[in-house]
């Protein structure tokens, strides 16, 4: 089993819409982890880090749930320019595979 | 600024051949990591090192090898044993529970 899975995707949504992406885990002793963004061809960059009691930053929320072994990424009133592929990551250096959205006039 | 640095961006290989991808980074960051990156896929582990003059192998280091000398620095060769090497290589480092910072990435191609 690969140590994160994410949902396959692709998620194509209208602007202003909310989605939700999962990250599955299969490490249960993992303490950290991590959402990055990643734009076509280039490098990925830090979105957010999530912590047990979740994190949020303006349109974004990162939630940790130990007990399903999961973590989540919501993001609210998508924009445009929130098209990219979002991946996570734990603290064991494997990243999931990523889950690309396309944010739609 | 502090950051780090790959080099060259785009980088052509000739069968056979053997090439090196410069990474340097100047965070002072104890962990750096290889990862390769192929078309509409996500990243795999090539080699990771935690410590100056210590490295592992990552899932997919066949082919590969690397070297730590010193904290700054994180070479990569990709050598003629790797069949299929053109991807996009990307560099990162490190501090626990900070998450990973990377470079810009080096695309390969082989010719």
């Known amino acids: 089993r690969k140590e994160v899975e994410q949902d396959p995707g692709p998620f194509n949504v209208p602007e202003g819409a909310t989605v939700a992406f999962n990250c599955t885990y299969s490490?249960?002793?993992?303490?950290?982890f991590f959402w990055y963004r990643q734009d076509c061809r280039k490098e990925p960059k830090l979105l957010m880090s999530?912590?047990?009691s979740g994190n949020e930053d303006g349109r974004f929320t990162a939630q940790l749930n130990r007990a399903s072994q999961y973590i989540s990424l919501l993001i609210r009133d998508s924009k445009l320019s929130d098209s990219a592929t979002y991946l996570c990551v734990g603290e064991h250096m494997r990243f999931g595979a990523g889950t690309r959205l396309t944010v739609k006039p | 600024d502090g950051g780090i640095t790959q080099s060259p961006k785009y980088l052509f290989r000739k069968e056979g051949q053997n090439v090196t991808l410069s990474c340097e980074q100047n965070l002072n960051h104890d962990a750096m990591y290889w990862y390769r990156q192929d078309p509409g896929q996500g990243l795999r582990l090539i080699y990771y090192?935690?410590?100056?003059?210590?490295?592992q192998k990552g899932d997919i280091a066949e082919g590969y090898s690397v070297s730590r000398e010193k904290k700054e620095s994180f070479p990569l060769t990709v050598t003629s044993a790797q069949k299929n090497p053109t991807a996009f290589y990307l560099c990162?480092?490190?501090?626990?529970?900070?998450?990973?910072?990377f470079g810009s990435g080096t695309r390969l191609t082989v010719v």
């Open positions: 090192s935690q410590i100056v003059n210590d490295f």
């Open positions: 999530v912590y047990s």
């Open positions: 490490n249960s002793a993992s303490q950290s």
């Open positions: 990162a480092s490190s501090m626990p529970n900070y998450g990973y910072t």
